[in-house]
């Protein structure tokens, strides 16, 4: 409990401290997940000046593809989809490095390692806090970068659905190799090294639905496989994430 | 079974009894059984000998076989009635593609016992394991790549296997990556094999997927347990290439792993010890 007021308090300074201090329970896993995720938003909107970096991140290299390859509606058009998606990957990539390295840093992890809460389910739902922070605005913005290379009105929301499914199946993956990282010295293109292999199936179904989409092809089974791999990982990557955190954390 | 305080117990009993825990020894082999054999070897100073004895052999059998196997498959063997002498080129580059993968199981079996039991060996041989499994994978682009010029027209295919290789290579140089990343070689050790572990769960997924994407590659002609689509004059000197390159792999994680245990154990009293002897 003592590590959850320390926790609460280091990062927003102004939730109600006195309030879990209080009870004389525990608090309860419901209680500690809403505690992390508040937390969470709350740095994340006192520095929301970086949540537009990934942001003009997809903006500046969207619009440097119609340079390179040429104004040609049907060319730019045709490759949207995946551009699109590649964009989105490469946008995720510096947010997932910075994903536990400040909470190491600062001992906050050593207190998810004594807190009474199952570590995975902690990792769970940094990650989704994450995901929430950084990869929605992302998505929010898709119909603008769409607009900027002519991807066909149909394609569109196909291509949202697709990226509803595989960012936070990247997110996930990416939050095991972020806290294998996290203890290193350096791991700028590390992370991407190590996240490579692991995105490539992700890259191939999520296109693959694109690309049916666009040509009129049936699309649902691609975007199944991708809900099935990303219901896997949601019960499987917190546990190797954790087992990870513990590497991190033991010196 | 053994008693308490005979040869072989390690434990605290024998520690509280005020006995020297003593090792079974490896000439105590007969009244040991393997476990005990593992235990013992296990123990940096007994690998390291242990490694330093058996290396040359099994260097000098791969070298005897790698003769062997290159006899039979540049001189002996027929040329193909499709693709001529061009497809030599398999008597390395296949070897080199299976050893790719056996290497990565190593070290993904190795990880895991480092991860699990906290072996120290483990982990150097998970680490060592790395280069030369990168370097096999290398090879087998490499000599793919060779190959497939003349018989596909191109350096370079989408094809399923050959990405699925280069995700190997990858996911091979992120191992070697994070482990050098780390200051503390051990817990770098112990990232490194999760890794490892997380990329085997992987490895097939990609396989797939890719099959699934795209596929031009020809089809395996070697079953060990069936019928293989390879004439016998070409499958001997493969299959002795295949054997050269395991013995060649295992002398060469001795080696590596006995450097490897030197550098990391380089403050303890054994290796004092042994540098003195050498030095005298």
């Given at each position: 409990?003592?590590?959850?007021?320390?926790?609460?308090?280091?990062?927003?300074?102004?939730?109600?401290?006195?309030?879990?201090?209080?009870?004389?329970r525990?608090?309860g896993?419901?209680r500690?997940?809403?505690?992390?995720?508040?937390?969470?938003?709350?740095?994340?909107?006192?520095?929301?000046?970086?949540?537009?970096?990934?942001?003009?991140?997809a903006v500046?290299?969207t619009?440097?593809?119609?340079?390179?390859?040429?104004?040609?509606?049907e060319?730019l058009?045709?490759?949207?989809g995946?551009?699109?998606?590649?964009?989105v990957v490469?946008?995720?990539?510096?947010?997932?490095?910075?994903m536990f390295?400040?909470?190491?840093?600062?001992g906050?992890?050593?207190?998810?390692l004594?807190?009474?809460?199952p570590l995975?389910?902690l990792?769970l739902?940094?990650?989704?806090?994450?995901?929430?922070t950084?990869?929605l605005p992302l998505?929010?913005v898709?119909?603008l970068?769409?607009?900027?290379?002519?991807l066909?009105m149909?394609?569109?929301?196909?291509?949202?659905?697709?990226?509803?499914?595989?960012?936070?199946?990247?997110a996930l993956?990416?939050a095991?190799l972020?806290?294998?990282?996290?203890?290193?010295?350096?791991?700028?293109?590390?992370?991407?090294?190590?996240l490579?292999p692991?995105?490539v199936?992700?890259?191939?179904?999520?296109?693959?639905?694109?690309?049916?989409?666009?040509?009129?092809?049936?699309?649902?089974?691609?975007l199944?496989?991708?809900?099935?791999?990303?219901?896997l990982?949601?019960?499987?990557?917190?546990?190797?994430?954790?087992?990870?955190?513990r590497?991190?954390?033991?010196? | 079974?053994?008693?308490?305080?005979?040869?072989?117990?390690v434990?605290?009993?024998a520690w509280?009894w005020?006995?020297?825990?003593e090792?079974?020894?490896?000439?105590?082999m007969?009244?040991?059984?393997?476990?005990h054999?593992?235990?013992?070897?296990?123990?940096?100073?007994?690998?390291?000998r242990?490694?330093?004895n058996?290396?040359p052999w099994?260097?000098?059998?791969?070298?005897?076989?790698?003769?062997i196997?290159?006899?039979?498959g540049?001189?002996?063997?027929?040329p193909?009635?499709?693709?001529g002498?061009?497809?030599?080129?398999?008597?390395?580059?296949?070897?080199?593609?299976?050893?790719?993968?056996f290497?990565?199981?190593a070290?993904?079996?190795a990880?895991?016992?480092?991860?699990?039991?906290r072996?120290?060996?483990?982990?150097?041989?998970?680490?060592?394991?790395?280069?030369?499994g990168?370097?096999?994978?290398?090879?087998?682009l490499l000599?793919?790549?060779l190959?497939?010029?003349?018989?596909?027209?191109?350096?370079?295919?989408w094809?399923?296997?050959l990405?699925?290789e280069?995700?190997?290579?990858f996911?091979?140089?992120?191992?070697i990556?994070?482990y050098?990343?780390?200051?503390d070689?051990?817990?770098?050790?112990?990232?490194?094999?999760l890794?490892?572990?997380?990329?085997i769960?992987?490895l097939p997924?990609?396989?797939?997927?890719?099959?699934?994407?795209?596929?031009?590659?020809?089809?395996?002609?070697?079953?060990?347990?069936?019928?293989?689509?390879?004439?016998?004059?070409?499958?001997?000197?493969?299959?002795v290439m295949?054997?050269?390159?395991?013995?060649?792999?295992f002398?060469?994680?001795?080696?590596?792993?006995?450097?490897?245990?030197?550098?990391?154990?380089s403050?303890k009293?054994?290796?004092?010890?042994?540098?003195?002897?050498t030095?005298?």
């Amino acid at each position: 409990m003592a590590s959850l007021t320390q926790t609460v308090d280091r990062g927003t300074g102004t939730m109600d401290v006195t309030a879990v201090a209080r009870s004389s329970r525990r608090p309860g896993t419901w209680r500690a997940c809403r505690a992390l995720l508040r937390r969470d938003f709350v740095l994340a909107w006192r520095r929301r000046g970086e949540l537009f970096l990934p942001l003009l991140y997809a903006v500046i290299v969207t619009a440097l593809f119609p340079f390179a390859l040429g104004p040609e509606p049907e060319l730019l058009g045709r490759i949207a989809g995946g551009v699109l998606l590649v964009i989105v990957v490469l946008a995720m990539l510096p947010a997932l490095e910075a994903m536990f390295r400040a909470d190491l840093e600062d001992g906050t992890l050593e207190q998810w390692l004594l807190a009474p809460q199952p570590l995975a389910l902690l990792a769970l739902t940094r990650v989704i806090a994450h995901w929430i922070t950084t990869v929605l605005p992302l998505i929010v913005v898709m119909p603008l970068l769409g607009a900027l290379l002519d991807l066909p009105m149909k394609v569109l929301p196909i291509l949202i659905v697709t990226l509803l499914l595989a960012t936070p199946l990247i997110a996930l993956l990416g939050a095991v190799l972020s806290a294998l990282a996290a203890g290193a010295r350096r791991s700028g293109i590390l992370l991407a090294l190590m996240l490579l292999p692991l995105v490539v199936p992700v890259v191939i179904f999520a296109a693959g639905a694109i690309a049916a989409a666009q040509s009129g092809m049936p699309y649902l089974a691609p975007l199944t496989w991708l809900a099935a791999a990303l219901v896997l990982a949601i019960v499987l990557a917190p546990l190797a994430c954790a087992a990870a955190l513990r590497i991190a954390v033991e010196s | 079974m053994l008693r308490n305080g005979q040869a072989g117990v390690v434990g605290e009993r024998a520690w509280k009894w005020g006995r020297v825990p003593e090792h079974p020894g490896f000439r105590n082999m007969s009244r040991s059984y393997v476990p005990h054999f593992i235990h013992w070897l296990g123990s940096p100073p007994n690998f390291y000998r242990f490694a330093g004895n058996v290396r040359p052999w099994l260097m000098a059998a791969a070298l005897v076989c790698a003769v062997i196997g290159l006899y039979g498959g540049l001189v002996l063997a027929p040329p193909d009635y499709q693709q001529g002498d061009a497809y030599r080129i398999i008597f390395i580059h296949v070897p080199s593609a299976w050893m790719s993968l056996f290497i990565y199981a190593a070290m993904a079996i190795a990880g895991l016992v480092a991860l699990v039991w906290r072996v120290k060996l483990a982990e150097v041989i998970a680490m060592e394991c790395a280069p030369i499994g990168a370097a096999f994978t290398l090879i087998t682009l490499l000599t793919g790549s060779l190959w497939g010029k003349p018989m596909w027209g191109t350096w370079w295919t989408w094809g399923a296997r050959l990405t699925s290789e280069l995700v190997l290579f990858f996911l091979y140089l992120g191992v070697i990556g994070l482990y050098n990343a780390f200051e503390d070689r051990r817990r770098g050790a112990r990232a490194a094999s999760l890794l490892a572990l997380v990329g085997i769960v992987n490895l097939p997924i990609v396989h797939y997927s890719v099959v699934w994407w795209n596929t031009l590659h020809q089809g395996s002609t070697v079953n060990l347990f069936g019928h293989s689509s390879i004439a016998p004059s070409m499958l001997w000197p493969l299959l002795v290439m295949a054997l050269a390159t395991h013995l060649y792999f295992f002398a060469s994680i001795l080696g590596r792993a006995r450097t490897g245990l030197l550098s990391l154990e380089s403050g303890k009293q054994w290796v004092r010890q042994l540098v003195t002897d050498t030095s005298r």
